[in-house]
């Protein structure tokens, strides 16, 4: 009897732990990304005062990024581009292209013409896209397996209609590490147009 109740209860807590589990994966996309609702580590930031009506969550310095307290933006004035860094490691660009709309199947095109990189898309969604490249090595075929390093970088991109204007809110170029990545695309995830 003893030997029943003490498997009954053991089957009972793997269970337990294991819809437990199916929570957590609700939270995870392709390639283990994690962009959920939770803010908790991010500060509000308004761009309204820099010509963009939008509040945006950035993390703070308890993400341990190296981000600052206070975020830096740049922006020419009459100019079609912000630069909005939280820290070194933290460089998000914004790009006005006013009523183009169509900004992730041209971004999507120009990725498909980087024939040296293999393309990922660990979220792929109309308006917003985040993928993984990663440098094809090339060389010799007398070369050994141990030749060549894996070059593997992240980046984010997303188009916001705001206002009838369309932003496109983009990492660098070069990309950063998924963990960079991962808290930029929650940002982004948070811009919410600031009512007039």
């Excluded at 830096?72 to 183009?100: P, Q, R």
């Excluded at 969604?125 to 490249?133: S, V």
């Excluded at 030749?147 to 983009?170: A, E, L, M, N, P």
Aim: charged share 30%.
């Amino acid at each position: 009897m003893k030997f029943k109740s003490i498997t009954v209860f053991f089957f009972s807590v793997i269970f337990l732990f294991s819809c437990g589990e199916s929570v957590n994966d609700d939270l995870k996309t392709k390639g283990d990304i994690v962009l959920d609702d939770d803010y908790y580590d991010f500060q509000p930031f308004s761009l309204k005062n820099h010509d963009i009506p939008v509040m945006i969550m950035l993390p703070d310095n308890t993400t341990k990024i190296g981000a600052s307290t206070k975020p830096e933006i740049y922006h020419v004035e009459d100019d079609f581009k912000w630069e909005l860094k939280v820290g070194s490691n933290f460089h998000l660009l914004i790009d006005d292209w006013g009523d183009y709309t169509d900004m992730i199947k041209s971004r999507k095109k120009e990725l498909k013409e980087l024939d040296f990189y293999k393309i990922q898309y660990l979220i792929d969604e109309k308006d917003f896209i985040l993928y993984e490249l990663e440098l094809k090595p090339r060389g010799s075929a007398k070369a050994s397996n141990d030749v060549g390093t894996v070059h593997k970088s992240y980046h984010v991109y997303c188009q916001k209609i705001i206002d009838g204007v369309t932003y496109v809110f983009r990492s660098r170029d070069e990309g950063y590490e998924k963990l960079i990545i991962e808290l930029m695309a929650k940002s982004i995830k948070s811009v919410k147009l600031i009512k007039k």
